[in-house]
């Protein structure tokens, strides 16, 4: 990957980087289909979409494909959807996130947003790769703060 790097060139504008995180089940590719079709649409900018899933036992690859919940987002000319898996990395990212979200700003991209495997309050190294995380909750939970 870093060689990969070395040999792309880097862009002057960094792109915008937004890390969606939340319980397995809040909506937030849901959210991200809908966000991203603005920013490729309405916005005219370039997407990548990295969607970080649990890992199969078997073949240690993607088992959940996030990006079949983005049907129309995955469709779109300027957008990117990859779905990447963990590979028993904790945190809800996988261990070259960061890399592969420098790459996707060296391409071209505007905006990368980073979906993390289902969380729960521990798994914080989004924060490390984006520059503000969205917190994803469904209607009804949590307490009344």
């Given amino acids: ?8 060139p880097e862009r002057r504008n960094r792109a915008m980087r937004i ?5 397995p089940g809040a909506g937030k590719s849901s ?8 920013i490729v649409a309405e916005e005219q900018k370039k997407l990548a979409v990295l969607a970080i899933d649990p890992s199969s036992q078997r073949t240690g ?12 987002l995955s469709q779109e000319r300027d957008a990117f959807v990859r779905p990447s898996p963990t590979k028993g ?7 070259n996130t960061g890399e592969v979200q420098l790459l996707c700003e060296h391409a071209g991209f505007d905006a990368v947003i980073i979906e993390t495997v289902g969380v729960g309050q521990s798994e914080i190294e989004i924060d490390h790769v984006v520059d ?14």
């Fill in 132 to 145: 503000f995380v969205v917190y994803v909750v469904p209607p009804g939970s949590g307490d009344g703060l």
């Fill in 19 to 23: 890390g969606i995180c939340g319980a």
């Fill in 89 to 95: 990395i904790l945190g809800g990212v996988a261990l």
């Fill in 61 to 72: 690859g993607s088992i959940l494909g996030d990006k079949t919940r983005m049907d129309h």
């Fill in 31 to 38: 959210l991200i289909e809908k966000l991203g079709l603005r």
């Fill in 1 to 8: 990957m870093k060689e990969l790097l070395t040999k792309t």
